[in-house]
């Protein structure tokens, strides 16, 4: 079974540049959220998608989008990026809105570098 | 505001020292879980534990045990004789009802040294 995967595992890009990054969820599960980890951070709740559309934001500029296909997996976008934007990217996914009590699955990031 | 602290941000250990980590959180929920992450160098949040706001119970697994005290809104971790092995960042964190979004501490980093 496999578990929450993401690609690419790292990437470089610089200021100004658009990034998209990709998340397949575990097996069974239908929501997908992403978390934005910045160096010696907490992750922090970026948006959640649930039945292709996004249902939940965190404190993010309209420059981060996302979206949901019909199989579940999801992408995160990020236009015209900025240093500050350097992270370990994180998608979790989750069965329903919030998940069986609660619990949620984490892939092992992608890590963006912004030169 | 939903809030979870971790005051410690690292702590360093020799193998075989029991070694607890901190956890207060602020909810304004009445009913609310709270989870203990592991995260090791690869970068994958490892799940270990959660508890519900009803319970509490304190709960044994192996080496690691928690501590949850709603009168004082802790949610404590400790490891027993640790290792090696258990070197990681460890982040606690709380659901946000209706919504799923988990809110995490800052993360305690633990080295366990040989």
């Known amino acids: 079974d496999a578990g929450v995967t993401q690609s690419p595992t790292h990437l470089i890009k610089t200021r100004g540049q658009q990034v998209t990054l990709r998340c397949s969820p575990k097996?069974?599960?239908?929501?997908v959220s992403w978390y934005q980890q910045a160096l010696g951070q907490g992750p922090q709740f970026i948006f959640q998608?649930?039945?292709?559309?996004?249902?939940q934001r965190g404190n993010f500029p309209d420059r981060f989008s996302g979206h949901q296909f019909p199989n579940y997996s999801s992408e995160l976008n990020v236009n015209a990026l900025l240093l500050g934007d350097s992270a370990l990217y994180l998608c979790a996914s989750s069965q329903g809105l919030t998940g069986v009590a609660g619990e949620l699955f984490f892939g092992e990031g992608s890590r963006l570098t912004v030169l | 505001a939903q809030k979870v602290t971790q005051a410690q941000t690292e702590i360093s250990v020799v193998e075989k020292e029991d070694v607890t980590l901190d956890c207060v959180y602020e909810t304004r929920d009445t009913t609310y879980y709270l989870f203990w992450y592991k995260q090791p160098p690869s970068g994958e949040l490892v799940f270990l534990i959660r508890r519900n706001s009803f319970d509490e119970q304190n709960e044994i697994s192996g080496r690691y045990s928690w501590n949850f005290q709603k009168s004082t809104s802790s949610f404590n971790f400790t490891i027993t004789a640790s290792q090696v092995v258990d070197s990681a960042v460890y982040f606690c964190a709380l659901i946000e009802n209706n919504t799923g979004k988990l809110i995490f501490g800052q993360g305690t980093t633990l080295q366990v040294k040989p």
């Open positions: 998608y649930y039945e292709e559309e996004e249902r």
């Open positions: 097996s069974g599960h239908d929501t």
